[in-house]
Protein backbone atom coordinates (compact mmCIF):
# COMPACT_ATOMS: atom_id res chain seq x y z
CA UNK A 1 0.00 0.00 0.00
CA UNK A 2 1.43 3.77 -0.81
CA UNK A 3 1.66 5.73 1.91
CA UNK A 4 0.22 8.73 2.29
CA UNK A 5 3.23 10.76 2.08
CA UNK A 6 4.14 9.44 -1.40
CA UNK A 7 0.78 10.02 -2.91
CA UNK A 8 1.47 13.50 -1.99
CA UNK A 9 4.85 13.55 -3.30
CA UNK A 10 2.95 12.43 -6.61
CA UNK A 11 0.80 15.06 -6.61
CA UNK A 12 2.82 17.72 -6.18
CA UNK A 13 5.53 16.53 -8.63
CA UNK A 14 2.67 16.02 -11.19
CA UNK A 15 1.87 19.63 -10.59
CA UNK A 16 5.26 20.53 -11.73
CA UNK A 17 5.10 18.69 -14.38
CA UNK A 18 1.51 19.69 -16.05
CA UNK A 19 3.18 23.74 -15.15
CA UNK A 20 6.51 22.68 -17.42
CA UNK A 21 3.95 20.66 -20.18
CA UNK A 22 1.51 23.94 -19.96
CA UNK A 23 4.17 25.90 -21.50
CA UNK A 24 5.09 23.29 -24.22
CA UNK A 25 1.30 23.07 -25.63
CA UNK A 26 0.61 26.93 -24.98
CA UNK A 27 3.70 27.37 -27.64
CA UNK A 28 2.50 24.86 -30.09
CA UNK A 29 -1.09 25.95 -30.08
CA UNK A 30 0.36 29.54 -30.39
CA UNK A 31 2.22 28.67 -33.50
CA UNK A 32 -1.07 27.34 -35.53
CA UNK A 33 -3.65 29.79 -34.15
CA UNK A 34 -3.96 33.02 -35.36
CA UNK A 35 -5.75 34.30 -31.77
CA UNK A 36 -2.76 34.32 -30.24
CA UNK A 37 -2.70 38.29 -31.99
CA UNK A 38 -0.21 40.06 -31.45
CA UNK A 39 1.07 37.85 -28.60
CA UNK A 40 3.67 35.42 -28.43
CA UNK A 41 2.04 32.83 -26.79
CA UNK A 42 -0.25 31.36 -24.67
CA UNK A 43 -0.69 31.21 -21.23
CA UNK A 44 -1.46 28.49 -18.96
CA UNK A 45 -5.05 29.46 -18.39
CA UNK A 46 -5.54 30.17 -22.28
CA UNK A 47 -4.09 26.49 -23.37
CA UNK A 48 -6.35 24.85 -20.29
CA UNK A 49 -8.98 26.56 -21.56
CA UNK A 50 -8.56 25.14 -24.95
CA UNK A 51 -8.11 21.72 -24.30
CA UNK A 52 -11.52 21.82 -22.11
CA UNK A 53 -12.72 19.04 -19.91
CA UNK A 54 -10.22 16.38 -21.35
CA UNK A 55 -7.42 18.14 -20.15
CA UNK A 56 -9.08 17.88 -16.69
CA UNK A 57 -9.31 13.93 -17.58
CA UNK A 58 -5.77 13.63 -18.97
CA UNK A 59 -4.53 15.43 -15.24
CA UNK A 60 -5.86 12.71 -13.49
CA UNK A 61 -4.47 10.16 -15.59
CA UNK A 62 -1.14 11.57 -15.52
CA UNK A 63 -1.03 12.12 -11.44
CA UNK A 64 -2.67 8.14 -11.42
CA UNK A 65 0.20 7.75 -13.61
CA UNK A 66 3.02 9.00 -11.47
CA UNK A 67 1.96 7.80 -8.13
CA UNK A 68 2.13 4.12 -10.13
CA UNK A 69 5.74 4.71 -10.61
CA UNK A 70 6.41 5.81 -7.48
CA UNK A 71 4.54 2.65 -6.03
CA UNK A 72 6.73 0.41 -8.30
CA UNK A 73 10.20 2.12 -7.40
CA UNK A 74 8.79 1.21 -4.06
CA UNK A 75 7.99 -2.79 -3.98
CA UNK A 76 9.67 -4.05 -6.93
CA UNK A 77 13.13 -4.35 -5.25
CA UNK A 78 14.67 -7.66 -4.01
CA UNK A 79 14.39 -6.88 -0.26
CA UNK A 80 10.67 -6.68 -1.34
CA UNK A 81 9.64 -10.03 -3.29
CA UNK A 82 12.14 -12.46 -1.80
CA UNK A 83 14.68 -10.27 0.41
CA UNK A 84 17.94 -12.25 1.22
CA UNK A 85 17.94 -12.11 4.93
CA UNK A 86 14.62 -13.80 5.23
CA UNK A 87 15.39 -17.01 2.66
CA UNK A 88 18.49 -17.29 4.89
CA UNK A 89 16.91 -17.49 7.88
CA UNK A 90 14.12 -19.66 6.24
CA UNK A 91 16.91 -22.32 5.16
CA UNK A 92 18.78 -22.30 8.56
CA UNK A 93 15.24 -23.04 10.04
CA UNK A 94 14.59 -25.74 7.33
CA UNK A 95 17.75 -27.52 7.69
CA UNK A 96 17.28 -27.30 11.95
CA UNK A 97 14.11 -29.24 11.42
CA UNK A 98 12.17 -26.24 12.90
CA UNK A 99 9.38 -25.79 10.55
CA UNK A 100 7.00 -24.08 12.96
CA UNK A 101 9.95 -21.31 13.63
CA UNK A 102 9.62 -21.08 9.07
CA UNK A 103 6.18 -20.57 9.75
CA UNK A 104 6.49 -17.92 12.01
CA UNK A 105 9.38 -16.35 10.55
CA UNK A 106 7.05 -16.35 7.01
CA UNK A 107 4.30 -14.65 9.38
CA UNK A 108 6.02 -11.72 10.35
CA UNK A 109 7.54 -10.68 7.07
CA UNK A 110 4.97 -10.88 4.88
CA UNK A 111 6.18 -11.02 1.11
CA UNK A 112 5.97 -13.05 -2.33
CA UNK A 113 8.79 -15.46 -0.88
CA UNK A 114 6.62 -15.90 2.41
CA UNK A 115 3.60 -16.77 0.75
CA UNK A 116 4.79 -19.38 -1.49
CA UNK A 117 6.88 -21.04 1.42
CA UNK A 118 3.30 -20.77 4.07
CA UNK A 119 1.52 -22.63 0.89
CA UNK A 120 4.57 -25.25 0.53
CA UNK A 121 3.99 -25.68 4.76
CA UNK A 122 0.10 -25.82 4.82
CA UNK A 123 0.39 -28.68 1.85
CA UNK A 124 2.79 -30.47 4.00
CA UNK A 125 0.77 -30.75 7.17
CA UNK A 126 -2.60 -30.75 5.36
CA UNK A 127 -2.50 -33.55 2.73
CA UNK A 128 -2.98 -36.62 4.06
CA UNK A 129 -0.64 -38.46 1.53
CA UNK A 130 1.94 -35.29 0.41
CA UNK A 131 4.82 -36.71 -1.80
CA UNK A 132 7.43 -34.79 -3.36
CA UNK A 133 5.08 -34.07 -6.60
CA UNK A 134 2.00 -32.59 -4.42
CA UNK A 135 4.50 -30.34 -2.71
CA UNK A 136 6.30 -29.36 -5.83
CA UNK A 137 3.09 -28.70 -7.44
CA UNK A 138 1.53 -26.87 -4.56
CA UNK A 139 4.95 -24.69 -4.22
CA UNK A 140 4.48 -23.73 -8.30
CA UNK A 141 0.88 -22.77 -8.15
CA UNK A 142 1.30 -20.57 -5.08
CA UNK A 143 4.59 -18.92 -7.07
CA UNK A 144 2.61 -18.72 -10.56
CA UNK A 145 0.48 -16.57 -8.37
CA UNK A 146 2.67 -14.27 -7.10
CA UNK A 147 4.35 -13.83 -10.13
CA UNK A 148 0.69 -12.78 -11.86
CA UNK A 149 0.67 -10.60 -9.06
CA UNK A 150 3.81 -9.17 -9.59
CA UNK A 151 3.32 -8.29 -13.27
CA UNK A 152 0.04 -7.74 -13.76
CA UNK A 153 0.85 -4.36 -11.00
CA UNK A 154 2.62 -3.05 -14.17
CA UNK A 155 -0.34 -3.59 -16.63
CA UNK A 156 -1.66 -0.53 -15.36
CA UNK A 157 0.87 1.65 -16.99
CA UNK A 158 0.29 0.12 -19.75
CA UNK A 159 -3.32 0.88 -19.68
CA UNK A 160 -2.30 4.75 -19.02
CA UNK A 161 -0.26 4.81 -21.97
CA UNK A 162 -2.89 3.78 -24.19
CA UNK A 163 -5.67 5.57 -22.74
CA UNK A 164 -3.88 8.77 -22.95
CA UNK A 165 -3.65 9.03 -26.63
CA UNK A 166 -7.04 7.78 -27.14
CA UNK A 167 -8.24 10.74 -24.95
CA UNK A 168 -5.77 13.06 -27.21
CA UNK A 169 -7.60 11.76 -30.51
CA UNK A 170 -11.07 12.25 -28.79
CA UNK A 171 -10.04 16.54 -28.12
CA UNK A 172 -8.57 16.41 -31.77
CA UNK A 173 -12.00 15.43 -32.85
CA UNK A 174 -14.20 17.64 -30.85
CA UNK A 175 -11.45 20.36 -31.41
CA UNK A 176 -11.90 19.45 -35.20
CA UNK A 177 -15.87 19.57 -35.14
CA UNK A 178 -15.53 23.19 -33.00
CA UNK A 179 -13.56 24.59 -35.54
CA UNK A 180 -16.00 23.91 -38.40
CA UNK A 181 -19.18 23.15 -37.52
CA UNK A 182 -20.16 26.96 -37.34
CA UNK A 183 -18.78 26.48 -41.06
CA UNK A 184 -20.95 23.67 -42.32
CA UNK A 185 -23.89 25.12 -40.43
CA UNK A 186 -24.17 28.40 -42.32
CA UNK A 187 -23.34 30.80 -39.25
CA UNK A 188 -20.76 33.59 -40.81
CA UNK A 189 -20.53 35.27 -37.74
CA UNK A 190 -19.46 31.80 -35.71
CA UNK A 191 -17.13 31.29 -38.42
CA UNK A 192 -14.69 34.30 -37.35
CA UNK A 193 -11.03 32.85 -37.36
CA UNK A 194 -11.00 33.37 -34.10
CA UNK A 195 -13.20 30.51 -33.57
CA UNK A 196 -11.71 28.06 -35.85
CA UNK A 197 -8.01 28.67 -34.30
CA UNK A 198 -9.83 28.31 -31.17
CA UNK A 199 -10.81 24.95 -32.06
CA UNK A 200 -7.86 24.13 -33.98
CA UNK A 201 -5.94 25.00 -30.38
CA UNK A 202 -7.88 22.48 -28.47
CA UNK A 203 -6.95 19.87 -30.93
CA UNK A 204 -3.05 20.66 -30.45
CA UNK A 205 -3.24 20.30 -26.82
CA UNK A 206 -5.30 17.83 -26.10
CA UNK A 207 -2.96 15.77 -28.38
CA UNK A 208 0.30 16.90 -27.30
CA UNK A 209 -0.86 16.53 -23.83
CA UNK A 210 -2.01 12.88 -24.60
CA UNK A 211 1.53 11.74 -26.23
CA UNK A 212 3.28 13.74 -23.32
CA UNK A 213 1.85 11.62 -20.40
CA UNK A 214 1.83 8.35 -23.11
CA UNK A 215 5.17 8.32 -24.04
CA UNK A 216 6.86 7.86 -20.54
CA UNK A 217 4.09 6.13 -19.05
CA UNK A 218 4.95 3.53 -21.77
CA UNK A 219 8.91 3.76 -21.19
CA UNK A 220 8.44 3.03 -17.82
CA UNK A 221 6.12 0.36 -18.23
CA UNK A 222 9.13 -1.10 -20.13
CA UNK A 223 11.55 -0.58 -17.38
CA UNK A 224 9.76 -1.90 -15.12
CA UNK A 225 8.17 -5.08 -16.82
CA UNK A 226 11.92 -5.83 -17.15
CA UNK A 227 12.11 -5.16 -13.27
CA UNK A 228 9.08 -7.09 -12.48
CA UNK A 229 10.75 -10.25 -14.65
CA UNK A 230 14.31 -10.21 -12.74
CA UNK A 231 12.29 -10.21 -9.52
CA UNK A 232 10.34 -13.43 -10.53
CA UNK A 233 13.11 -15.26 -11.45
CA UNK A 234 14.60 -14.26 -7.67
CA UNK A 235 11.57 -15.83 -6.37
CA UNK A 236 11.80 -18.72 -8.40
CA UNK A 237 15.42 -19.12 -7.15
CA UNK A 238 14.50 -18.39 -3.96
CA UNK A 239 11.36 -20.83 -3.65
CA UNK A 240 13.15 -23.87 -4.87
CA UNK A 241 15.93 -23.67 -2.65
CA UNK A 242 13.39 -23.45 0.50
CA UNK A 243 11.92 -26.62 -1.81
CA UNK A 244 14.74 -28.32 -1.72
CA UNK A 245 15.82 -27.71 1.60
CA UNK A 246 12.39 -29.18 2.92
CA UNK A 247 12.37 -32.25 0.45
CA UNK A 248 15.92 -33.22 1.99
CA UNK A 249 14.65 -33.08 6.10
CA UNK A 250 13.06 -36.65 5.46
CA UNK A 251 10.46 -38.58 5.12
CA UNK A 252 6.87 -36.95 5.15
CA UNK A 253 5.81 -38.29 8.40
CA UNK A 254 8.92 -36.57 10.09
CA UNK A 255 7.51 -33.52 8.48
CA UNK A 256 4.27 -32.98 10.18
CA UNK A 257 5.58 -33.93 13.55
CA UNK A 258 7.48 -30.89 13.44
CA UNK A 259 4.70 -28.32 12.00
CA UNK A 260 2.15 -26.70 14.33
CA UNK A 261 -1.31 -27.66 14.07
CA UNK A 262 -2.85 -25.15 16.30
Known amino acids: MMSK ?15 AV ?10 ASPAAGAHAGLSF ?11 WVLAAVSVFALAMVF ?4 VLRANTVAPRALLIDILAR ?10 RLCDR ?6 AVVLATLDCLRNVPQCDVSLLRGATEAEGARQADAIQGQTEFLLDVSTIAPLLGLLGTVLGMMAAFGSVASGDVAGAKPVVL ?21 MAFYAWFRRCASRQ ?3 LETASLEVLTAIIGMGTKAGFIDRIDKA
Open 45 to 55: KQAWEYGGWIM
Open 197 to 217: AAGVSKAIVTTVFGLIVAIPS
Open 5 to 19: KMVLGAFASMGLVLC
Open 94 to 103: VRANDLNEVR
Open 232 to 234: IAN
Open 109 to 114: HPCPLA
Open 71 to 74: YFLT
Open 22 to 31: AQETAEVAAG
